[in-house]
């Protein structure tokens, strides 16, 4: 069932068994795990079906790191950012998860194997096809796309599958409307998540509109689900009892914000024999149950002897390159006159003379990195408030030096692979700054800023993703990541969502 | 004839190339003056001309090669840098009386072998193996001194 909060009677007081505050990937993939099942649950979301930018004008804050927009990356409405997002899936490699001496506050409490039969539930919420994402026979079609041979064990080809992509909000409203145990409650905000005295437990969580009603529900248990930024501003703006803010006694909520930096063409790669790239790296295609695309990764070997952090690069057709092309006019600073000569000279040295005017083909590149996680790089609350009288975020995103000289070197890598492969050649065009005070581009991947950690001083929730301290309040969403990973995020929260239900289910039957 | 001017870092800046080309050929230079050259192995000549056969572009070489002199202070020399890709060869089985496909075999591997230990060289972005830069130089040069013609 659906009820509009805007219908609500002031002061109503809703009881329920679970709340879950915030309808976005994670939020609807949990209410739909628990439908009919034998507990209540009280969906709560701050939009309605549609975009409407008085709601959606609740996303805005303040940026003062790198600069990053807080409302344009994330969506507020039934079925949250998943009502544009695009679609792409990768699991996390198991090396993700592992404490990396090289990596400061890497080691999630979970292993890669915890979430793999999740991940593979997850597939199919989000619409994907068969989970054989690192399986090159699978996509190889019995050798007839066959990933390219790189050598050197540092660049590997792997794949991403593509959700539809599937709108949450849409495809997912039905059984949830469907399902007798669940009400959800459109255009209702939490406005605070109100513990008892000693913080220990969650009572209430209070609950407004933007016309200015007011009530409160009265769970058992909360999932707080409100997205990889939100989830952090909701517990730092529930401080009535603990003025720090819930769960922050060791005032690690909001810190260790991830992203990933997306860079567009850091690199390019002139190729003399075109015809060995396989069309799943240029496009999306369609193969075998699924619709794909393959990128580089690096391979674990590499990142640990190395001690890097991953990348993943796309890899695009940009243009045919020529002898008789015309460079007059050509800018200096791109010196694409060069690449005729570079491509005869991979052609001199594996003797291999151009028959006609063609000499092979450019390639373009686009990337999205991991950063290390950084506890300087957080969520705050901003002087300035929002239409609810609640503090904005302020959001301060950094990335370091090691950043940027990790992408470099695997740039490298990259170019060793290729050169080694003695078809290819890599040109290097992200620039060798010292500074990275500036993002091409991000992912919209919000990550870390209710991290998990066994250890409550370096993490907000635990393996169970249950707030440190607090017995009934649990996270689910991005924002637990301990690392970020090259990978988009959301089918790992789903995923995540996933195993916390299964968590909370078995919770229920012991009796909360 | 291409480009002859040198950079700051020429080791012997007393000894231009045009005087050079004055003494009237590269073997009398090599004998007239011993100390102004690092000494060639007997053959580096033809290993010049047998390395330059193997450009299918040599213009494309050179001015590879001119770009990445603009960087780095290495040998202007045709035969010095001969000698010394002669060098990184030889560990993958070049010998002075091979044919041309084994000294394409040795270059093709020296050129791996380069990736794999990421002795590699920028030239505009594009990373080469420090071999290859050596062809192009050795290229440029050939083409500054006007030996052989643009192919
Ligand atoms: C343009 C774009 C493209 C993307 N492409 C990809 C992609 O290709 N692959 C990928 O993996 N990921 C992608 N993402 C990221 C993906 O959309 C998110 O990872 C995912 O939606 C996060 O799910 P979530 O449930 O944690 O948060 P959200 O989907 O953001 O949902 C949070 C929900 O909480 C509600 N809410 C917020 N505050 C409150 C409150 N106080 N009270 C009640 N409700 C509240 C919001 O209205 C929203 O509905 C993309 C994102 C964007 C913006």
Redesign the interface.
Known sequence: MFIDGRQVPDGTIIDTDIAIIGAGAAGITLARSFADKAMTVTLIESGGFDFDPETQALYEGESVGVPYSLDASRLRYFGGSTNHWGGWCRPMQPIDFEKRDWVPHSGWPITYDDLLPYYERANEIAQVGPFQYNNAEWWSDGGKNAPLPLPGGEVTTRWFEYSPPTRFGWLYRKPIDAAKNITTYLNSNVLEIVPTADASHVERLRVGTLSGKRFEVTPKLVILATGGIENARMLLLSNSVEKKGLGNSHDVVGRYFMEHPHVDRPAEILLTDPSVVTPYYKTYTKLNGASIRAVFMFTDEYLRAQRRLGTVMTFYESKEIRTDDNYDKEDPVSQRSLEPDILQLMRSASGNKADGPVLGKRYGTGCATEQAPNPLSRITLSGKKDALGLNQTKIDWRLTNADRDNLRKNLEALARAFGQWGNGTVRILFKDKDKWDEAEGWGNHHMGTTRMSSDPRKGVVDANCKVHGIDNLYVAGSSLFTTSATVNPTLTLVALALRLSDHVQQTFTRGV | MGDTSHDKHEPHPAISRRNILILGGVALVTAALPLAFPRFEPDSHTLVDALAG????RD??A??GR?WRLKSTGAREPRVIAASIGKRLVPYGWRKDGTP?EL?TA??AR??H???V?D?V????????RT?AE??ALAASLADEGKHDAA
């Open positions: 193997l450009l299918v572009d494309a070489a001015r590879l770009e496909d394409r270059l093709l050129i791996r380069d990736f794999e990421s590699m920028g030239i505009s972005g594009w990373q080469l193996a290859s062809l192009c």
